[in-house]
């Protein structure tokens, strides 16, 4: 599908949906609200609910402006056939560091959600391939790295979308991470100022400001982080060695009414950080460098600092009983590593200073018209355009034929690219509400994606079904026809001749243009409600993909590269509990998955001839394939003010190679962590809120990755036993 004819046809759909819209019923709703028919999953006191049933659409009473375009922009992103599991504002709480809590880890919390080393999140069997949505508006994804972008302090609620989407939800579909910031209107004049402190040389002071004042409202949020543990220590000590890091990180919404049904809003973000690559000692030179041939790993200087910032002008309002939100964005994000020159050299035979820059631009505009008492059609147009740069500024040595070092003589190899890339996208979809007990969402998708000449593009169809069987239990299935674009990034066949006759050499150039995947996802699930404390949910899913997109870490840089297998297959089942009953509040989380891949078909220039040769002709378990995942967490008031947690992460282990690529897991992991909050009141001083952490209480080692296994660079351990504090004050 070229862009052209996917433009005309949506604009000639959205043309007979504005006719039908002001002719099916003109009579101006005061907004959307999403509830739920029969008997409503119940709030764990966790925040979490699982399996979600069908919104329905329908008049409300009078009501404050500002929740009533709260609410017509929940309309605007239904969740009719897929999985959800929400966390909001108090689950966050209830975390041991609370709102301290890095975002990677607040989804951990959610079922089918696996732990990879630098701050890597794997959803049922999909390598990272997440989307994030703030306020409804998607903001384009960072270049792959370690650092956190976004803050939970900021966070209302969160929901983890999976499954079989319906049509608004496309490109990247492994689950949407749909967040709902605080608000100013919400919250009334005031602020926060606080610190997390504690092991590993921690200090995360931050602060907040919000409030309104007659049609505007704004609230902001900024803090400062500085650890000695940025990145997953290569080895199993307790102190790493050099891995410092410094993280800024501010957000802001800034909001204005226009009139009782407009609302205009700037939403923007920023995040600075910087790292210190961890050293694993005792390891030996590879390579001799002008006559040097001892250098003490311990010693390496290697650095990488990644910058993201984005801002977004939205416009809502009400056009007849037509809801809409129309967005316009911008994000620019980066990625540099600055290697140890002398060092890399001789241990890796190459030393590159990378790069690599992202500034893409959006517009979104999304709707939602009722069609009479029964349906509510959804439709939407989504563009971006990408201006990307890579940088390889890199030192090798000359090498005969077989690679060995036939000087020890640097020369300098500069390797650069920009490439421009363009996704256009369009849905139209229909949630028919059939009598009280049944709704099918059912559409279609178009996405189109080109980069440099290569275009790609797919229709897609959608369909969803929720069955209320009783007042207790809901029955979901879907299926979603998925395409997903690579990350916009490529490596030329020039490139890599650039490098012949040299330490950085490889032996099988293949294909360096990433392609688009192709996917049929079904999706199965039922939740039941026991008296008011329990939710129970099982999901069972598969997913049959052709062009498999997988990712990896290639060579000394801390950077991801995409690749693809010709066809793999994903599957896995689900099942979840919460409880909430007076003080007491609990949830548990566990899944199982397997995910296979088969012929690697591009970026082959990173593998070896033999592993290649194996994955050929046989399906492999993808790296970051875990058989067994479970979370879980309680929590417990002993008073109005001291509450008492614990919260868990279990894993079966990701791969390593064992006989064939990916054959092993490694050993399985279990960490707790534990908790106790007080709320101090003091005459002059007001509340002063305190939490204390016990991150892996029982210190246990355990090991996230051996340095094994495709894509794979270096070991990784997951975190050792640390105590922390936060202290934090509202006014």
């Known amino acids: 599908m070229k862009p052209f004819p996917l433009a005309l046809s949506l604009a000639a759909a959205l043309c007979l949906v504005s006719i039908h819209a002001h002719s099916a019923d003109t009579t101006p709703a005061a907004a959307f609200t999403a509830t739920a028919t029969g008997s409503t999953a119940p709030d764990d006191g966790l925040g979490n609910t699982r399996n979600r049933h069908a919104p329905k659409v329908h008049e409300l009473g009078t009501i404050s402006v500002t929740a009533a375009l709260d609410q017509a922009r929940n309309a605007l992103s239904p969740d009719t056939g897929s999985s959800q599991y929400v966390i909001d504002q108090k689950a966050i709480a209830q975390l041991p560091l609370g709102a301290a809590t890095p975002v990677n880890q607040v989804i951990l919390q959610a079922p089918g959600v696996v732990q990879d080393s630098y701050g890597g999140l794997h959803v049922r069997g999909d390598h990272a391939n997440l989307q994030y949505r703030i306020n409804g508006v998607i903001v384009p994804e960072s270049i792959s790295g370690f650092g956190q972008t976004l803050d939970a302090r900021t966070i209302q609620s969160v929901s983890l979308l999976d499954g079989a989407l319906p049509a608004q939800y496309g490109l990247r579909t492994a689950a949407v991470v749909d967040i709902t910031t605080k608000s100013g209107h919400d919250l009334g004049n005031g602020g926060s100022v606080g610190v997390t402190t504690g092991s590993f040389g921690t200090l995360n002071p931050n602060a907040s400001i919000w409030g309104s004042n007659d049609r505007w409202s704004w609230y902001l949020t900024g803090n400062y982080l500085e650890n000695d543990t940025g990145i997953e220590n290569p080895t199993a000590s307790r102190t790493p060695i050099h891995d410092h890091t410094n993280q800024v990180k501010g957000f802001g919404d800034i909001s204005y009414l226009i009139d009782n049904d407009t609302r ?42 990644e910058n993201t910032r984005f801002g977004v002008l939205s416009l809502q309002g009400k ?3 037509t809801d809409y939100q129309v967005s316009l964005g911008q994000r620019y994000t980066s990625v540099a590593f600055a290697p140890d020159l002398v060092g890399d050299l001789m241990f890796n035979g190459v030393a590159s200073a990378v790069s690599r820059n992202n500034r893409a631009s959006t517009l979104q505009a999304d709707f939602a018209t009722p069609l009479g008492d029964s349906n509510t059609l959804r439709y939407g147009v989504y563009g971006s355009f990408e201006h990307a740069g890579s940088g ?17 003589t640097p020369i300098n190899i500069v390797d650069n690219n ?98 688009g995947e192709r996917a049929n996802y079904f999706d199965v699930g039922v939740s039941q409600n026991i008296g008011d404390a329990w ?50 509040s609990a949830y548990f989380n566990l899944a199982y998955n397997r995910a296979m891949g088969k012929q690697v078909i591009t970026s082959q220039y990173n593998f070896a001839v033999d592993d290649l040769a194996y994955i050929a002709d046989n399906y492999i378990h993808l790296d970051h394939d875990q058989t067994y995942t479970s979370s879980g967490g309680v929590s417990y008031a002993l008073t109005g003010s001291t509450r008492v947690g614990a919260d868990y992460l279990f894993g079966s282990g990701l791969r390593k190679d064992g006989a064939v690529p990916n054959g092993a897991h490694l050993p399985a992991y279990f960490q707790l962590n534990l908790n106790v909050s007080h709320d101090f ?42 105590l922390y504090l936060s202290l934090q004050k509202d006014f």
């Not at 041939?293 to 200087?301: R, Y």
């Not at 390889?392 to 020890?408: C, I």
């Not at 421009?420 to 979809?429: E, K, M, P």
């Open 264 to 305: 205009l809003s700037f939403m923007f973000g920023v995040a600075n950080n910087r790292f210190q690559v961890p050293n694993r000692p005792d390891a030996t030179p590879a390579f001799g460098y002008l006559g040097i041939t001892d250098f003490d790993s311990a010693d390496l200087n290697e650095q990488q600092r």
């Open 319 to 321: 056009l007849g009983a």
């Open 392 to 408: 390889n500024d890199a030192w090798v040595f000359p090498a005969d034929a077989a690679g060995n070092q036939t000087s020890t």
């Open 418 to 515: 920009r490439l421009v890339a363009r996704t256009w996208s369009g849905y139209i979809q229909d949630e028919w509400s059939i009598g009280q007990d049944w709704t099918v969402n059912y559409g279609l998708r178009g996405d189109t994606y080109s980069l440099a000449g290569h275009t790609e593009s797919q229709l897609s169809p959608r369909l969803g079904v929720v069955w209320q069987a009783t007042g207790s239990t809901t029955v979901h299935a879907g299926y979603s026809r998925y395409f997903t674009p690579p990350a916009t990034e490529m490596i030329t066949t020039a490139n890599i001749a650039k490098f012949d006759g040299t330490t950085n050499a490889v032996s099988n150039p293949g294909n360096a243009t990433p392609l």
């Open 535 to 584: 939710t129970l949910g099982l999901d069972t899913y598969y997913r049959e993909v052709q062009r498999l997109q997988d990712e990896g870490q290639f060579g000394a840089a801390l950077v991801y590269s995409t690749f693809n297998y010709d066809r793999g297959h994903i599957g896995g089942v689900e099942f979840t509990a919460n409880y909430s009953a007076g003080p007491l």
């Open 681 to 722: 009141a003091f005459d002059r001083f007001g509340k002063l809120h305190t939490q204390l952490a016990l991150i892996n209480a029982l210190d246990r080692t355990y090991e996230l990755r051996d340095g094994t296994g495709i894509g794979v660079g270096a070991p990784q351990f997951g975190p050792r036993r640390g």
